[in-house]
């Protein structure tokens, strides 16, 4: 079998301009791509400093994909950010008004706390144990 990954998730947005700005600003994503597709569309990729998979920020077309916004997994957590300095990051996510829902935790995989994005959306800031 040949090495895969996943490479890309799909996160639905309201808009491109706003989700890139929210994105690079509060938690320090780089903007890898910006490319209009015609009709409105754009191609846009951020990915967190220094590698991991890539988020597609879409926006919705339609009343089913906006529904989506802010609840792609249910109200669960749905994406893990992990970090190497977690109380250097968790202080400057603070700082820049990212909504946390809980105090840090130490876990026997991690320590790790709860926030949320632009819309809702579920995260864990994490830095792994070991």
Known sequence: MTASRIATVTLVVDDYDRAIAWYTSKLGFELLADTPL??????????????????????????????RIGDQTGGRVGFFLETDDFTNDHAAF???????????????YATVAVFEDLYGNLWDLLQPKG
């Open 38 to 67: 015609g009709g409105g569309k754009r191609w846009v990729l951020v990915a967190p400093t220094g590698g991991g998979a890539r988020l597609l920020l879409a926006k919705a077309d339609g009343e089913a994909e906006t529904a």
């Open 94 to 108: 603070l700082t820049r008004g990212v909504k946390f829902h809980e105090e840090p935790r130490h876990e026997v």
